[in-house]
């Protein structure tokens, strides 16, 4: 039903298409680094999910594309939400409480939390929401140029971990960035001219539907929503259990995880192969012992995961603690 509006790789963009804003990252991060996209808009009409690129870093209705940052204590350090085009400022909204939705009680409709709305002209908007509260910058009617800091990447709303919700609309209709056309559509490999994304921005968000988003060496796993965790242990003590736990996007069922733990020898304390019985578009794993009888040798002791699809490594992570 939404074939009189699908492009066509090679056919020429209708004149609304042609005014389109072209976009810069929404978020003063780097993708991979500092922080990673873990959904992109969701092309599947029915019940199922399914990305541009005909994988599954989506949930169903996703109208957006997340930025994340991947702890709680990056979002305590502040990085900028920034406006992906110029314009003007349409709507805003801020002193919403930064909570995750897992103990948010409060359900008022206002799932977007703190935002921002800009319009770009030609009936294109961007919005931009989740905002740290406190953080909102802009006031409506205010001329915005692109890169402009509208805000922080906040946990407002319905979220459950720090990110920024972007979503590109055209006459109020959901567009994807990736595509430049109308989602949903038909997924698949396409031509990066229909991309929004100014040249340089579009080369950093190259797809990646697996990555470890952070993983660590601890006495205890960590609670699995990063907005409840704690900060990255250090320091463990010699008779307290070791384990390795990571926060991965898109692991498979079938994929094969393997947890290896090294002493301050070098040699292997513990190691352990566990196959992905599900996956999913968020994966939290752990793997680990108990301390010895006579406890661990003081030093610092290095986490090494590896996931493999096929024989393939998809993703790993490496981290360490000292033991004292
Ligand atoms: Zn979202």
Redesign the pocket.
């Known amino acids: 039903m939404f074939s009189a509006s699908l492009l066509c790789p090679g056919m020429p963009l209708p004149a609304s298409q042609r005014s389109a804003p072209q976009l810069v990252l929404p978020v003063a991060c780097e993708i991979g680094a500092s922080c990673l996209i873990?959904?992109l808009v969701d092309h599947d009409t029915g019940p199922g999910r399914r990305d541009y690129r005909c994988g599954t870093l989506t949930?169903d209705g996703?109208?957006?594309?997340?930025i994340r940052l991947r702890t709680m204590q990056d979002m305590a350090q502040g990085y900028a939400v920034i406006a992906a085009a110029a314009g003007v400022v349409l709507r805003v909204r801020d002193g919403e409480p930064d909570i995750s939705s897992r103990l948010r009680t409060v359900r008022d409709g206002r799932d977007a939390g703190n935002g921002v709305v800009i319009a770009h002209g030609g009936g294109w908007e961007t919005q931009y929401?989740?905002l740290k509260s406190g953080s909102v910058a802009v006031r409506p009617g205010q001329r915005i140029e692109a890169g402009e800091r509208l805000g922080l990447v906040g946990l407002s709303g319905n979220?459950e971990f720090p990110?920024l919700?972007?979503?590109v609309r055209l006459n109020g209709g959901a567009i994807d960035p990736f595509t430049g056309g109308p989602a949903p559509a038909a997924c698949g490999p396409r031509s990066d001219s229909q991309a929004l994304w100014k040249p340089k921005t579009a080369s950093a968000l190259r797809y990646v539907g697996t990555t470890v988003i952070s993983a660590g060496l601890a006495s205890a796993a960590p609670a699995r929503s990063v907005a409840e965790r704690a900060g990255a242990t250090t320091q463990i003590s010699r008779d307290a259990s070791l384990l390795l736990w990571v926060d991965a996007i898109g692991a498979r069922d079938g994929d094969v995880q393997h947890f290896s733990i090294a002493g301050p020898d070098g040699k292997a304390v513990h190691s352990q192969q566990v196959r992905v019985d599900s996956g999913g578009l968020s994966w939290f794993a752990f793997s680990g012992k108990k301390a010895p009888p006579n406890g661990w040798s003081g030093g610092r002791y290095i986490g090494s995961y590896t996931l493999k699809r096929e024989g393939v490594t998809v993703a790993n992570a490496v981290a360490s603690v000292v033991v004292r």
């Open positions: 873990q959904k949930t996703h109208d957006g594309i997340d929401s989740h979220s990110h919700h972007f979503s």
